[in-house]
């Protein structure tokens, strides 16, 4: 089920229902300082739920300010009682998460498809 896209010149967010309860917030672009607030609108945990998967495998860039929106997200989620997973990275960004530890504290996948299974 297609929820919305909200796009800005580097980033454009795709967020879909594909299971009840559960929202898919498909990054492409680059997740920066300027960018950062789309995706935190993205992951707010609203009357829709609180059950993410964020699916980088578009992501070409990720820095300090998508990753502090990531561990805010995490924090909100779980406080709703909900979930935030990571899914489907390419290596380089692969690397920023892990050099940050968010591995530690989110659940990451190699693919949406075992994201959505977990």
Request: aromatic residues 6%; negative net charge.
């Amino acid at each position: 089920m297609y929820d919305d896209i909200k796009q800005r010149a580097l980033l454009s967010i795709n967020r879909t229902l594909p299971q009840p309860g559960v929202r898919v917030v498909a990054c492409k672009g680059e997740i920066d300082d300027d960018t950062a607030g789309l995706l935190r609108d993205a992951l707010r945990v609203d009357d829709r739920g609180s059950r993410f998967i964020l699916d980088l495998g578009a992501v070409t860039f990720l820095d300090s300010s998508g990753i502090h929106v990531l561990f805010a997200a995490h924090r909100d989620t779980m406080a709703a009682g909900g979930w935030l997973r990571i899914a489907a990275m390419t290596p380089t960004i692969r690397e920023v998460v892990q050099i940050a530890e968010l591995p530690t504290v989110i659940p990451c996948y190699p693919a949406l498809t075992q994201a959505l299974n977990a």
